[in-house]
């Protein structure tokens, strides 16, 4: 077996402290990681990790030598950049992943242009409205919106999105608009429950946070429909700048509520933080970043992101 590719498996191993996590990341399957630790193992002649059914942990033979084989890795990877050169080919499999709505509405066209353009790429994109865990899912890149948490990911902002109240006209033909928060208690609320899981309303009023607590008339766990329903007049609903502009551009729906908005709230393209970046990554950063900001820029509502 490829010493080089022991060394790896060896890292990702010790890095993610699971042989599972290790065989996501480097897209192999648990025995093919087994088997690389063994050979690392019988090469050394000694143990790099203790591990039962149940737990796993490094031994002091093996982070002794982590640092040793981390160093040799980024050496390789330099010597082999200098060969190739900094602009050598994009090449490989990126996978993405995004929330459900922006992921269909933005971040999927951009694929399918970025592999138009380099047809040694291929791709995955997983649309969940949930935070990924990059090990465990294999995920290379990530659209993040709101803030981010310190971690080791490097971010690269591309705008701001900010959420928005709207109803449609014939619905506030019926029931006039709410003045403030309390009186949504008077209207039909539509709730997507992953943007307001917990029935608390949050809203800013004079530089303050509050929160009314609200029983929706309506709730469903995707973006879309509950924006559809709004259009049709069942209701006041809250989304995302991004899955509105449109439709108030088109008169088809109208803000309400805006002088209580919170504010907008950051959105990131994130990798994991590498000394050297794969090309296929950095491409695809590079490719996207503006083209997801023009997205962005137009749905902004003059949120002033």
């Known amino acids: 077996m490829d010493r080089f590719h022991e060394l790896e498996v060896?890292?990702?191993?010790?890095?993610?402290?699971?042989?599972?996590?290790?065989?996501a990341r480097l897209r192999l399957s648990p025995p093919a990681v087994t088997r690389a630790v063994a050979a690392?193992?019988?090469?050394?002649?000694?143990?790099?990790?203790?591990?039962?059914?149940?737990?796993?942990?490094?031994?002091?033979?093996?982070?002794?030598?982590?640092?040793?084989?981390?160093?040799?890795?980024?050496?390789?990877?330099?010597?082999?950049?200098?060969?190739?050169?900094?602009?050598?080919?994009?090449?490989?499999?990126?996978?993405?992943?995004?929330?459900?709505?922006?992921?269909?509405?933005?971040?999927?066209?951009v694929v399918g242009s970025f592999l138009k353009q380099h047809p040694r790429v291929s791709a995955s994109?997983?649309?969940?409205?949930?935070v990924v865990n990059f090990v465990e899912e294999g995920i290379d890149i990530?659209?993040?919106?709101?803030?981010?948490?310190?971690?080791?990911?490097?971010?690269?902002?591309?705008?701001?999105?900010?959420?928005?109240?709207v109803a449609s006209p014939e619905y506030l033909a019926r029931q006039e608009a709410p003045a403030s928060p309390v009186d949504l208690r008077l209207h039909s609320v539509i709730a997507f429950t992953g943007l307001v899981p917990n029935r608390e309303w949050r809203f800013l009023d004079r530089q303050k946070y509050g929160s009314v607590s609200l029983q929706p008339a309506f709730e469903i766990n995707d973006a879309a429909a509950a924006i559809e329903a709004a259009e049709m007049g069942y209701g006041i609903t809250a989304a995302l700048s991004y899955m509105v502009s449109q439709r108030i551009r088109d008169g088809k729906l109208v803000p309400v509520l805006e002088t209580f908005a919170l504010p907008p709230q950051p959105v990131h393209l994130v990798y994991p933080h590498s000394r050297l970046v794969a090309p296929k990554i950095r491409?695809?950063?590079?490719?996207?970043?503006?083209?997801?900001?023009?997205?962005?820029?137009?749905?902004?509502l003059d949120d002033g992101g």
């Open 10 to 23: 060896f890292i990702a191993v010790a890095e993610a402290g699971s042989f599972a996590k290790a065989g």
């Open 40 to 109: 690392l193992e019988n090469r050394l002649g000694a143990r790099v990790f203790n591990r039962t059914t149940r737990s796993l942990a490094i031994t002091e033979v093996g982070q002794r030598f982590l640092d040793s084989a981390r160093r040799v890795l980024v050496d390789l990877d330099v010597a082999e950049t200098e060969a190739v050169g900094a602009a050598a080919m994009p090449q490989g499999h990126l996978s993405l992943t995004a929330s459900v709505t922006f992921g269909r509405s933005a971040v999927a066209p």
């Open 125 to 130: 994109v997983l649309l969940l409205d949930r």
């Open 142 to 165: 990530a659209v993040r919106i709101g803030r981010l948490p310190d971690s080791s990911l490097v971010a690269r902002r591309i705008g701001t999105v900010r959420r928005v109240m």
């Open 283 to 300: 491409a695809f950063v590079d490719f996207a970043a503006p083209r997801l900001k023009t997205v962005l820029g137009e749905s902004s």
